[in-house]
T-cell receptor, first 112, second 115 residues
Framework: EDQVTQSPEALRLQEGESSSLNCSYTVSGLRGLFWYRQDPGKGPEFLFT???AGEEKEKERLKATLTKKESFLHITAPKPEDSATYLCAVQAWDGGYNKLIFGAGTRLAVHP | GAVVSQHPSRVICKSGTSVKIECRSLDFQATTMFWYRQFPKQSLMLMATSNEGSKATYEQGVEKDKFLINHASLTLSTLTVTSAHPEDSSFYICSARDDQRNEQFFGPGTRLTVL
């Protein structure tokens, strides 16, 4: 069964304290791994797509990496405005179409 | 960047009424759109996948007659919650896949409250 597990469930950081969020997955036929940011009461905002092990992508203070079993979202010197829920999703082929399978998310709080 | 809009952003209705939610891809074509439901502090649960010009594919446990989906054009999909009840109260989010690139963009969500 296709599954996505994110850890930790919640993370509290001080401003400037770098850390990493984990997304481990089991899927038959990975077609892509996606990271999104979601603020309360809003829809997810697209961050990155990764397709193959060893791939890395960066955007401002965020860097996403991918292995065959997991992905990491590294946050360097975070600021309070980085506080949000970060969602990881894998794209799987389901009998005729692609669909995203989401993890439960990591709620990140960055304090000044 | 790719933009997906949803309307309305918030709706309050009486039990037994039907509510229609629109989802539009504003600057790209989307053959495939998705409808999700999200409960507080939980992740997104896929309800159905809609393909332009064909019937939607519903996930297990989602009632087709309860949640009517129409995808009449490459930029518009609608979700109608029929005979809504309080247990249907939730945050509904649509998503559209850009046909040109393998990226999926989400709308801002619709907060439905059924009294």
């Amino acid at each position: 069964e296709d599954q996505v597990t994110q850890s930790p469930e919640a993370l509290r950081l001080q401003e400037g304290e770098s850390s990493s969020l984990n997304c481990s997955y089991t899927v038959s036929g990975l077609r892509g791994l996606f990271w999104y940011r979601q603020d309360p009461g809003k829809g997810p905002e697209f961050l990155f797509t990764l397709y193959s092990a060893g791939e890395e992508k960066e955007k401002e203070r965020l860097k996403a990496t991918l292995t065959k079993k997991e992905s990491f979202l590294h946050i360097t010197a975070p600021k309070p405005e980085d506080s949000a829920t970060y969602l990881c999703a894998v794209q799987a082929w389901d009998g005729g179409y692609n669909k995203l399978i989401f993890g439960a998310g990591t709620r990140l709080a960055v304090h000044p | 960047g790719a933009v997906v809009s949803q309307h309305p952003s918030r709706v309050i209705c009486k039990s037994g009424t039907s509510v229609k939610i629109e989802c539009r891809s504003l600057d790209f074509q989307a053959t495939t759109m998705f409808w999700y439901r999200q409960f507080p502090k939980q992740s997104l649960m896929l309800m159905a996948t809609s393909n332009e010009g064909s019937k939607a594919t519903y996930e297990q446990g989602v009632e087709k007659d309860k949640f009517l989906i129409n995808h009449a054009s490459l930029t518009l999909s609608t979700l109608t919650v029929t005979s809504a009840h309080p247990e249907d109260s939730s945050f509904y989010i649509c998503s559209a896949r850009d046909d040109q690139r393998n990226e999926q963009f989400f709308g801002p969500g619709t907060r439905l409250t059924v009294l």
